[in-house]
């Protein structure tokens, strides 16, 4: 009995070691909480109004809601706002984001319309600090260039924002770097994470990288949760879902979470 007391007092410690999200405060929390965030902006599914467009952007922020965005490097160094790491599902063109100069990405166009590529600071003025972002850092080839370029064009900006990443390195920069800023970590079940070796995929979907990161919040996918997911947020993290659709069951989503990623419908802003 003592061998097995013993045995399960080191599996709690090294589980709250590993799974603990790092301390935030009540306006860290509030800056997302019961908010409603439009995923890559107010985009529409015919793709009229492009993802990560300053028309979605701007759509959003008149209508009340939050957005969600993705920043990445182009070759020049510019803080460009794009999902993909490749250019062809949205423009046509073969290759990475980062393997083109700003000026050849503004050559572009977003999914056949006439929007072209925006960079951080002109989704900031379409914003205009009226209500909150969630700026996902993309994994990349200059993680810490992106960090830190990121970061000062947050600190200039007049408005509420908050970082998230798939990375938990990138997570981990901004735990090491801007304390005050309310980090996430994104995951998904670790079979999501296809490109990574198993024991890393397991590691990410589990959420044993908050050892690293320290998240304050977790955007998880819809599906199911693991049970070191559910754990997590019973020590405190923030709970966040992504991305939630029309067909899912809406009001549970918002039931069960604080904040919410939202695609293709439009629920109340705030529902708490």
């Known amino acids: 009995m003592a061998v097995f007391l013993w045995v399960l007092a080191v599996c709690i410690v090294l589980l709250w070691l590993f799974l603990r999200p790092g301390r935030y405060g ?52 510019q803080v460009v706002v794009f999902h993909d790491d490749t250019l062809d599902r949205v423009c046509g063109v073969h290759g990475r984001v980062d393997e083109f100069t700003f000026e050849e990405l503004r ?3 977003l999914c056949g319309t006439q929007e072209t590529i925006p960079l951080l ?24 260039e992106l ?10 900006y007049n408005g509420p924002y908050c970082i998230e990443s798939f990375d938990p390195r990138i997570v981990r920069w901004f735990r090491k770097n801007a304390k005050d800023v309310l980090r996430g970590q994104l995951s998904d ?6 490109d990574e070796p198993k024991p890393l995929a397991f590691a990410l979907g589990c959420l044993f990288t908050n050892v690293l990161a320290r998240p304050q919040f977790i955007a998880y996918g819809p599906g199911k949760k693991p049970w ?16 939630v659709r029309p067909e ?16 293709f419908y439009h629920p109340a802003p705030k529902y708490k």
Not at 248 to 263: P, Q, R, S
């Open 26 to 77: 009540e306006a860290q929390k509030q800056l997302v909480y019961g908010v409603n965030h439009a995923h890559r902006g107010l985009h529409t599914k015919d793709k009229t109004v492009p993802e990560n467009s300053l028309p979605a952007f701007r759509t959003a922020a008149e209508a009340g809601y939050g957005v969600e965005l993705d920043i990445q490097l182009s070759r020049d160094g």
């Open 107 to 109: 050559g572009m166009r």
């Open 121 to 144: 600071t002109e989704v900031f003025e379409v914003m205009g600090g009226r209500t909150p972002m969630i700026i996902e850092l993309k994994t990349g080839r200059r993680n810490d």
């Open 147 to 156: 960090c830190e370029k990121g970061l000062a064009l947050m600190r200039a």
């Open 189 to 194: 079940a670790p079979a999501s994470f296809r």
């Open 228 to 243: 070191t997911a559910r754990l997590a947020e019973a020590m405190g993290a923030i709970r966040v879902c992504w991305t």
């Open 248 to 263: 899912d069951d809406i009001n549970a989503k918002e039931a069960e979470n604080d904040a919410v990623i939202f695609e």
